[in-house]
């Protein structure tokens, strides 16, 4: 196949209509119920959070051009101000049009190698712009080859179980949201209650009675026990036939991961909050600190990686991309948020998401997985291009 040469990085700057700038936080932290110790986990938002008048809102889509006439392109940021959206994506080009413009798009490997080490040399505050960066060489690649990413990868599966996860929310809330589940037909559910070890427990007895004995459930404790007490509430989950428990303890504490492993038949789901994976799982996986990994790997790349590495131990990696979910056997779920974004630029994403259309889809209780060449994705080039601005 012949080369793929990166001839351009642009960066598109869009204009939408005004748009009402609101947000409103998910959480409050406060002091955990019942520890004699004094520690601290979250309880959810109460207030009106942020509501301001209508203002024009700007984003900027990131355009890689290739010599075979075959380009791509992302969302990179969104921003009320245009200005500073214009700084950010020219010092990001200044850095970053060097290392690309002239590479073969199919190296992938290469540049997601050139990419790692360099979130240590620039002092890259955020890794996002090159999870985009791998997940666009990608699409290129399936474009190119008339596949869906998933295929080009392997491919193992077109659709994968679906289970809805719910945040720390009320004890009646929670249960409300399971009901959900079962009536929409999702093949399991998530909470993830911070209501102390007691009504925890409590919820997850009244969790399991309402939707049955084989239902899949799961406990996401968002790093809230010390080890004694995660011990206490997953050997109560094992008699509950639960599939596993989420980030029990708090992640830097491998010898207190290995403990809670070795006294529960209960699986444990490890590695969402600290970053470097793939590379920082392997002591954990070593140690036997862990029975499922989080998926946190950059980019595809990255999480191909990750899910290999847990492959090799006999363990499953968990989240994700979809077309890697889709390409791999070790992870048996896909999981959708009960509640809306909550991240304060959620109305500007909204405001330009017509513009690139995900066509994964989540009916009859699974994810369907894109069919389409490359990320699968609805690309408007002619919304795109008659909305531009200016091209940097």
Wanted: hydrophobic share 45%.
């Amino acid at each position: 196949m012949s080369a793929l040469k990166i001839e351009s990085l642009e960066f598109l700057i869009l204009e939408c209509d005004p748009v009402v700038p609101e947000w409103r936080p998910l959480r409050h932290m406060r002091e955990y119920p019942g520890s004699h110790n004094v520690r601290f986990t979250h309880r959810p938002f109460e207030g009106d959070g942020i509501r301001l008048d209508p203002m024009p809102g700007f984003a900027a889509f990131m355009r890689i051009g290739t010599s075979q006439n075959v380009e791509t392109v992302g969302l990179f940021a969104v921003g009320w101000s245009r200005a500073q959206l214009e700084w950010d994506c020219r010092v990001f080009k200044s850095q970053w049009a060097p290392e690309l413009v002239g590479v073969d798009a199919l190296d992938r490997e290469y540049t997601w190698q050139k990419m790692w080490m360099a979130r240590r040399y620039f002092h890259m505050p955020s890794v996002a712009p090159l999870a985009l960066i791998d997940e666009l060489l990608w699409d290129l690649a399936g474009l190119r080859a008339g596949l869906p990413v998933h295929r080009l990868i392997g491919g193992f599966r077109d659709r994968v179980p679906a289970y809805l996860t719910e945040t720390a929310v009320s004890f009646e809330d929670c249960l409300k949201s399971a009901e959900r589940a079962l009536r929409e037909g999702f093949r399991g559910f998530k909470d993830h209650s911070i209501l102390g070890i007691r009504q925890n427990l409590e919820l997850a007895t009244e969790l399991r009675a309402l939707v049955g004995d084989d239902y899949p459930l799961m406990h996401d404790a968002v790093q809230q026990y010390s080890v004694d007490d995660a011990i206490r509430v997953g050997r109560a989950l094992e008699d509950l036939d639960y599939l596993w428990m989420e980030e029990p303890l708090q992640e830097y504490d491998i010898a207190g991961m290995k403990r809670l492993c070795d006294a529960l038949d209960l699986p444990i789901l490890v590695l969402e909050s600290i970053p470097g994976a793939p590379f920082l799982n392997v002591p954990y996986l070593a140690a036997g600190a862990g029975d499922i990994m989080r998926q946190t790997g950059l980019g595809i790349t990255g999480q191909l990686k990750l899910a290999r590495l847990a492959e090799s131990f006999g363990m499953n990696c968990h989240g994700g991309n979809p077309h890697v979910v889709a390409a791999i056997r070790n992870d048996d779920w896909w999981e959708v948020a009960a509640w809306p974004s909550t991240a304060p630029d959620r109305a500007l994403r909204a405001a330009f998401g017509d513009l690139l259309r995900d066509t994964h889809r989540v009916e009859d209780g699974y994810l369907r997985v894109a069919q389409d060449p490359g990320l699968g994705r609805k690309v408007d080039w002619q919304a795109i291009r008659s909305r531009t601005i200016a091209v940097l």
